[in-house]
């Protein structure tokens, strides 16, 4: 897997800020194996984010077209992500927008069929929530989050269902990237809120092997931006590997 040197990318980003940047070539995207290295993950709902082909230009874009990029949501997330990594002493990060390369099909279809081992392998596992202001909701708040049954977005994604349940130890994050709790302070909530079972919650399909009916129970409600994707984001959970074919 290609994996974010998360000390080597906030260097980069320190000397955007301070002017001090050259466009010497920094190799701050590297390839490892995820069963013998720490590294942690980063579970988010997309929106204008960065990828590959762009973070490998970084260096040598010109200041309008870098600056703009900087400004994205989806840079700031990294950014943020990468500066949490290093506050628990994590020197690797991966983040699916820019750590693959979604222009090669063969790529792609490798990280689909291992997205569920690599959240699984993570040491520790950022689910960030972009539109929760203050502190993890236990309770429907249909005017904050009206679209989505009362609950922050990220929780109506396809995707979004392995990634809360592969990895051991998960902490969510406000949209200031202020912690807010751990998968198993909350559990309970999270429990009620998604309809997987809390042992399932805390100690992954090891625990309690669910049927496919449960699994579609859990998925039922979730959309994803592809109709193919309603079936690829449940392969891991399945134990399935299968060739991508987007549009067949």
């Not at 974010?4 to 940047?21: C, M, P």
């Not at 600056?67 to 990060?93: H, M, P, T």
């Not at 991966?94 to 279809?109: H, M, P, Q």
């Not at 090891?206 to 859990?218: E, G, Y």
């Amino acid at each position: 897997m290609r994996l974010i040197n998360v000390k080597t990318f906030l260097d980069i980003e320190a000397s955007f800020r301070q002017g001090t940047y050259s466009k010497s070539k920094f190799n701050f995207l590297e390839d490892h194996d995820d069963a013998t290295t720490a590294y942690a993950i980063l579970s988010h709902r997309w929106g204008k984010e960065v990828n590959y082909s762009e973070m490998v230009k970084l260096l040598r874009m010109d200041e309008e077209d870098r600056n703009e990029l900087r400004q994205r949501d989806g840079y700031r997330k990294i950014v943020g992500s990468c500066e949490q990594a290093a506050k628990d002493g994590f020197q690797w990060l991966w983040v699916d927008t820019c750590c693959v390369d979604k222009r090669s099909s063969a790529e792609l279809s490798e990280a689909i069929n291992s997205m569920y081992r690599w959240y699984e392998n993570s040491s520790k596992c950022y689910i960030y929530l972009h539109d929760v202001d203050d502190r993890f909701p236990s309770e429907p708040d249909d005017k904050s989050f009206p679209k989505f049954n009362g609950w922050p977005e990220w929780f109506s994604r396809g995707w979004t269902l392995q990634e809360l349940i592969a990895p051991r130890d998960v902490e969510f994050f406000n949209r200031n990237w202020v912690p807010i709790g751990t998968k198993g302070q909350h559990a309970e909530d999270l429990s009620m809120i998604t309809r997987v079972p809390r042992s399932v919650l805390i100690y992954g399909l090891s625990s309690h092997r669910p049927c496919v009916a449960q699994i579609m129970l859990w998925a039922a409600d979730r959309t994803t931006s592809r109709l193919e994707d309603r079936a690829y984001s449940l392969l891991g959970l399945f134990g399935v590997h299968m060739p991508m074919l987007y549009g067949e």
